[in-house]
């Protein structure tokens, strides 16, 4: 089998308001797990509970990830002004 080699180099990673999408989608996470409490009894009936559960974890990890990407954010920040002229 041979070996794949890419004939052009890959693009620079795009570089965007990270720290505002990560809030927002953990806001959302926690939002759709709000709204769907009050139909836990239907989703267990139903089988479904697993989508309340996995909404709390979606919002757990965003939190997780709000304090991850804050710290780079600081330590890219930090890296820039050490580097400057």
Do not use: N, S
């Not at 709000?66 to 002229?85: C, F």
């Amino acid at each position: 089998m041979a070996k794949w080699t890419p004939k052009h180099e890959a693009p620079e990673p795009l570089e965007g308001p990270v720290v505002p999408t990560i809030i927002g989608g953990t806001i959302v996470w926690f939002a759709l797990f709000l709204v769907q409490l009050p139909f836990y009894g239907w989703y267990a009936d139903h089988g479904h509970t697993w989508w309340v559960w996995t909404c709390l974890a979606g919002g757990g990890l965003g939190l997780i990830g709000v304090w991850y990407v804050r710290k780079r954010d600081a330590a890219i920040k930090r890296a820039a002004t050490v580097g400057a002229p």
